[in-house]
């Protein structure tokens, strides 16, 4: 069954990028049929969605954040990844990547196990 | 933006049955979904397109949406269903997650 697995630092300085990259493994993600996604979840907090990306490269993002995100996708690796600029204190959280599942209507499954980023100088 | 609006906290007696609702401006014209998170963990997956469960997850989840209101139900509720709970729909362009009710087992 497919599995994702989030990676990246676990601390990054204000005002700088974050970057994350999840890797999927038990599927490619060339094989289409799914978007991927991030999701993060503030400490103790509910969920946010940031954005997701087809193998393609056709990305939707959430539009409270859309001018700092960047998904990308590099299917020779079957690996897809974010990018957060100008962070923030504020964007201290738990980073899931996720496979989406569904055409018109989207779910989120499975998730990967998560990344926690502090963001600190 | 839309919002979805879950209760904070809902408690059950072991053995009986759970009810979370998640409501939002004629929600019953959306597809919901609902995902449950234990502690540490990532959220799984529980129900999709209102009623429908994935392979894995017990009978005794169930769920329901209408009008204003879409509900998860956890019947003969045990020990491990202890878990926040989130509601999950898509508008405007933009997944939208609930705030997450907590479920305690008594």
């Known amino acids: 069954q497919v599995q994702l697995q989030e990676s990246g630092p676990g601390l990054v300085k204000p005002s700088q990028t974050l970057s994350l990259t999840c890797t999927v493994s038990?599927?490619?993600?060339?094989?289409?049929?799914?978007?991927w996604s991030w999701i993060r979840q503030h400490p103790g907090k509910g969920l946010e969605w940031i954005g997701y990306?087809?193998?393609?490269?056709?990305?939707y993002y959430n539009p409270s954040l859309k001018s700092r995100v960047t998904i990308s996708v590099d299917t020779s690796k079957n690996q897809f990844s974010l990018k957060l600029s100008s962070v923030t204190a504020a964007d201290t959280a738990v980073y899931y990547c996720?496979?989406?599942?569904?055409?018109?209507?989207?779910?989120?499954?499975?998730w990967g196990q998560g990344t926690l980023v502090t963001v600190s100088s | 933006s839309y919002e979805l609006t879950q209760p904070l906290s809902v408690s059950v007696a072991l053995g009986q049955t759970a009810r979370i609702t998640c409501g939002g401006n004629?929600?019953?014209?959306?597809?919901v979904h609902w995902y449950q998170q234990k502690p540490g963990q990532a959220p799984v997956l529980v129900i999709y397109?209102?009623?429908n469960r994935p392979s894995g997850i017990p009978e005794r989840f169930s769920g329901s949406n209408s009008g204003n209101t879409a509900t998860l139900t956890i019947s003969r509720a045990q020990a491990g269903d202890e878990a926040d709970y989130y509601c999950q729909v898509w508008d405007s362009s933009t997944e939208v997650f609930g705030g997450g009710t907590k479920l305690t087992v008594l």
């Open positions: 990306i087809y193998y393609s490269g056709s990305t």
């Open positions: 996720a496979r989406v599942v569904g055409s018109a209507i989207h779910w989120f499954d499975p």
């Open positions: 004629n929600i019953g014209s959306k597809n």
């Open positions: 397109r209102d009623s």
């Open positions: 038990g599927g490619s993600i060339s094989s289409g049929g799914y978007y």
